[in-house]
């Protein structure tokens, strides 16, 4: 270590103001403070201070996410396996996905980094850690198929147009990540839903080849209850990618098919208990979208004149991306609501903003992504009366 | 029956370097001074010239705006300097003191039999006007005022605060008459705010139990609890430790403003209270207490959250009563800190197994900010030790963007920045929330008069 600090200030020079290298400071920065805290020490106010920085937050949410991310890579592997009618054991299926999801990861940290790191220099700001949550994101809520030029565009122009015009991290008005999907999702349709995506058939650098198996489907579970319609109302089933029925406990486990790292909810709560108990996220967002997507749910139940409708809350809790929406997408303290109030208000909305879109309108299976967003929108609203609230209170003091 | 008052949000640091209820030796000074960046919202006038010869309690500078505001040598004789900074602003008026102080006569005093006027005077005339403060604005108080009420909070809660009850022993008196004067100055109550369980006890005055971690003791957090301010009106705070001062005036007919400064910290090697005289130097003060092996510390004139960075020749906080000696730390390297377990690191959040070790590891913690400037990212962070009925998240964004309209409504009449303290150490984003409302409070004023 002490080796690599010498190093580091025998170079610093050159990347100083003036220096050679200047060009590269934040670039620099960016590296030394990843390597070693900053040594820098309190000029006004509090002379001591926490250990937390926004780097550890970071990588807790990062670890958070690990859970979700190795379960969503062996379950790639998995669902190929069915499709192809192969079964080469734990560690090749394992692989298969990794394959498969790694290239995304890259792309994603690769050009958003880039960016981030451009926008730093240009600004002569410090490289800010916000894009490492973001960057993982964002290949856990595509299609396993999505070609990754599409992420590239995607990733870019979320950067650029979600982020950095807002002023960077903590600026942000919408969730990075969601604005990349939600880029995929109305600029290449095709490539973002249907049942084509899902499941990946040929093989990945080679591994894996096979010819689809007889009755292959890859719809998730949600696009199959889209298109049921009404007819199937009572007698309507969810499958796998064989045509074998799916029961909850499937559903909670993930082996199905969906997008990359949403479909485990157990591997998601793991995430959401280390998020919780270090207090990165609110569980009052957390909760609230549970409860927000349940009682939505019971309500359309009782309606019930589609299959949508008819879906049971645990299972609607289940599917799709809403478990993974609310652990890690709602609770972004970013873009939710920021007063305590407000989060239960915020949380509630999504939940059941959620599944007004998937009872309501077929042409969206999932609504977890346009629920998140649009209470985006609406989190400084929410806020703003929470704070208009407590003024009041504080005014009424007077008058009393 | 006392009222209580419980505080529930908070936080109590552990740090390393409490001291004991002893006393130390030390505290002779070779100079003393007034420092006029120790106060808020005055403009410094010197009076006294440079080799004049004066006794404790002569007057050396006063407020220009306010001349009726004096600050007095708190040692008896030769003015040495006038120290000058950029713009010829004043840094400092320094007195080069006796063997033998001699002190101005001002005569004893029946507070009880005095009417207010006079005792404003008397205080005024004694240079002890500046103990008093005033909110909103949390500057040295307008004598023009008529406060609502006047908050005392008679403990510390800061970390490695000192013991109020073993600096009050055997001026119990003194300490009585003080707050009997104060009593004078307004209409409204005096509010003397007393850990729970501690020994002080006055009369005359509304007492209020406090009970809760830091920042309890903060008067800011018991008015707030008591009966909060409201636009337009004014009350007045005095510490603790200046009241007995101010006592002593009555009773003595002297100023004498000798004063109890606790010596704490991890770095000292002897831990205690020095009895000295304001104004005196940090030098008098440390020497010899702090390791000899460690010549990279940084001294505070005050506590850790809201004392001011000093050398030893510079001269102890107006109205601070404590140092702590803390390592500076900026030697330290930290490798991939993000990432390591980080065993020994103290830290709120779970993040850090810091709640592990449970609450009674004392912890070194150094100057280092340890971490990069952010934008606000985290939310509720600030709540959560921000024991006031105010936003803080949103005060602070409306000082930022100077709102003023917002700033009102939202309560930065109530606040100083020592109530955003413990907000400021426990910020993920690392942001100087003190200055930003030292630098707001200032500007309001400005725009206000």
């Known amino acids: 270590m002490k080796a690599l600090r010498n190093y580091l200030d025998k170079i610093k020079p050159n990347f100083e103001e003036g220096g050679k290298l200047a060009m590269f400071r934040s670039v620099f920065e960016g590296f030394e403070t990843f390597l070693f ?32 991310l190795l379960f969503g890579m062996y379950n790639v592997g998995y669902q190929h396996n069915l499709a192809v009618g192969a079964d080469p054991g734990f560690c090749m299926t394992f692989i298969f996905g990794f394959l498969a999801v790694l290239p995304k990861i890259i792309v994603s940290y690769v050009v958003g980094l880039g960016i981030e790191f451009a926008v730093a220099q240009v600004k002569k700001e410090e490289i800010q850690e916000g894009f490492l949550v973001s960057g993982i994101l964002i290949p856990m809520i595509v299609p396993v198929d999505t070609p990754l ?50 499941v990946r058939t040929a093989d990945t650098f080679g591994l894996g080849a096979g010819q689809v198996v007889d009755g292959f489907s890859g719809a998730t579970p949600l696009g199959q209850i889209a298109i049921a319609g009404k007819e199937l109302i009572g007698s309507f089933q969810a499958v796998d990618v064989l045509g074998n029925p799916i029961s909850t406990c499937d559903m909670f486990l993930g082996l199905i098919p969906g997008s990359i790292g949403e479909t485990s909810v157990l591997a998601i709560l793991i995430g959401a208990v ?79 903003m959620a ?33 208009e609230a407590n003024i009041n209170r504080r005014l009424k003091r007077v008058i009393k | 029956m006392a009222n ?42 010197v009076v006294a010239k440079v080799g004049e010869k004066v006794k404790a309690g002569s007057v050396l500078m006063i407020d220009k705006n306010r001349p009726e505001i004096k600050f007095v040598s708190p040692v008896s004789g030769e003015v040495t300097a006038v120290n000058r900074g950029e713009k010829r602003k004043v840094l400092s008026v320094v007195v080069k003191p006796e063997a033998q102080i001699e002190y101005e006569d ?105 009970e809760g971690p830091h920042p309890a003791a903060n008067v800011g957090v018991q008015i707030n609890h008591i009966k909060p301010i409201n636009k337009g009106e004014v009350v007045w705070t005095v510490n603790p430790a200046d009241v007995i001062v101010i006592g002593r005036l009555f009773n003595k007919g002297v100023a004498d403003f000798s004063r109890l400064v606790v010596i704490t910290g991890s770095e000292t090697t002897e831990r205690g209270y020095v009895k000295t005289i304001a104004g005196c130097t940090i030098g008098s003060l440390v020497d010899g207490k702090i390791m000899a092996n460690n010549e990279n510390v940084r001294i505070i004139s005050g ?64 100057a280092r900010i340890k971490g990069g400037k952010r934008a606000m990212i985290m939310s509720n962070e600030y709540d959560r030790v921000f024991p006031m009925d105010i936003m803080p998240e949103y005060l602070l964004k409306a000082i930022i963007a100077f709102d003023i309209d917002k700033m009102e409504n939202l309560g930065i009449y109530e606040v100083a920045p020592e109530d955003f303290a413990l907000c400021e150490f426990v910020d993920t984003s690392k942001i100087e929330l003190q200055k930003i409302v030292r630098q707001g409070l200032d500007l309001l004023y400005k725009e206000m008069n």
Do not use: C
């Open chain 1, 37 to 68: 805290v900053p040594n820098t020490t309190s000029k006004s106010g509090v002379h001591i201070h926490d250990y937390i920085d926004s780097k550890r937050t970071m990588t807790v949410v990062i670890l958070a996410l690990l859970p979700a």
């Open chain 1, 149 to 198: 030029w599409m992420i590239a565009v995607a990733t870019a122009f979320a950067v650029v147009f979600a982020k950095e015009v807002f002023g960077g991290t903590g600026y942000n008005v919408f969730n990075v990540a969601l604005v990349t999907r939600a880029f995929l999702f109305f600029a290449y349709p095709a490539a973002m839903s249907g049942d084509q995506v899902f």
């Open chain 1, 274 to 352: 280390i998020l919780l108990f270090t207090r990165i996220a609110s569980w009052k967002t957390m909760t609230s979208v549970f409860v927000g997507g349940a009682v939505m749910s019971l309500i359309f139940n009782m309606i019930g004149t589609t299959v949508a409708m008819s879906v049971s809350p645990l299972d609607h809790l289940f599917l799709g991306g809403f478990a993974f929406g609310a652990v890690f997408m709602a609770t972004d303290p970013v873009t939710s609501a920021r007063t305590e109030t407000g989060k239960y208000i915020y949380g509630f909305l999504v939940g059941a």
């Open chain 1, 355 to 387: 599944i007004i879109i998937r009872a309501l309108n077929p042409g969206y299976p999932e609504g977890m992504m346009l629920a998140i967003l649009l209470m985006n929108v609406f989190a400084p609203l929410i806020d703003y009366y929470v704070v």
């Open chain 2, 4 to 45: 209580v008052i419980k505080i529930k949000k908070g936080l109590d640091i552990n740090l390393k370097g409490k001291a004991s209820d002893v006393l130390l030796n030390g505290g002779k000074s070779e100079s003393y001074a007034i420092v006029p960046d120790y106060y808020n919202g005055i403009v410094p006038k």
């Open chain 2, 106 to 210: 001002f005569g004893k005093k029946n507070v009880a039999s005095l009417k207010r006027e006079a005792v404003k005077e008397a205080i005024q005339l004694a240079g002890m006007w500046p103990f008093i403060k005033q909110r909103p604005y949390d500057i040295v108080a307008s004598p023009a005022d008529k406060p609502r009420d006047i908050f005392v909070s008679a403990f510390y809660s800061a970390p490695l605060a000192p013991n109020f009850d073993f600096i009050v022993k055997g001026q119990e008196a003194d300490f009585q008459t003080g707050l009997d004067a104060l009593a004078k100055l307004t209409d409204g109550k005096v509010y003397v705010g007393i850990r729970k369980g501690s020994s002080v006890s006055v009369k005359g005055v509304e007492v209020v139990e406090v």
């Open chain 2, 303 to 366: 506590n850790v959250l809201s004392g001011t960075k000093v050398m030893k020749d510079d001269y102890l906080g107006a109205y601070d009563n404590q140092i702590t000696v803390i390592p500076e730390g900026d030697e330290t390297h930290d490798f991939l800190g993000w990432a390591t377990p980080g065993f020994g690191k103290f830290s709120v959040s779970h993040s850090f197994p810091a709640w592990l070790t449970g609450k009674n590891k004392e912890y070194v913690i150094d």
